[in-house]
């Protein structure tokens, strides 16, 4: 079923898949126009619908983002059959008190420095087109509902997808 959603309900439900998911692949445009991808960890979804991240300023996607700015974020939970698929523009955030305002302990496994590490920077990804898959069952629901709709002849389970428009 097609379902798609807007502003605050949009950005509701983006900040819960993304919550539950947390880890995506993200995906930039190098300088030969190859795409690199590499899994991340969101640290937030702001009220807006933009997605945050904490990176290290010297890594390859920054430098990929300084000549291409487009992204594109790819959430999978495939035991949920929860899945996003994002695109966006990516903002470098270098200031101290952002850092400071975001900063959770987690990310200290890998800047042991803690928010005074000089390559610690904040990325944000303003959200520009969402796209969802979604099913309200478990995966051992949506089997046993496949199962039943073999013998009955009729589709049992039911999916949502469609666009999140969280708005400009």
Known sequence: MEKNLHNEEAVKK??????????????????????ASRPMAAIETDHTGNIWFFTNIQSNKIKDIE?????????AH??????????GRANVITDAASIKDKWTPLVKAWFPD???????CLL???????????????????MLKAAISVVAGKPLVEGVHGELNVGA
């Open 114 to 120: 803690g928010v005074d590490d000089p390559n610690l």
């Open 14 to 35: 983006l900040k819960e898949m993304v919550s539950d998911i947390r880890t995506c692949m993200m995906i930039t445009s190098g300088k030969t126009g190859a795409r």
């Open 78 to 87: 495939p035991g949920k059959d929860s899945y996003l698929d994002i695109r």
């Open 124 to 142: 944000q990804i303003k959200t520009d087109e969402v796209h969802y898959w979604d099913t309200s069952s478990s995966k051992m629901i949506n």
């Open 67 to 75: 000549l291409d700015h487009f992204v594109q974020l790819v959430f």
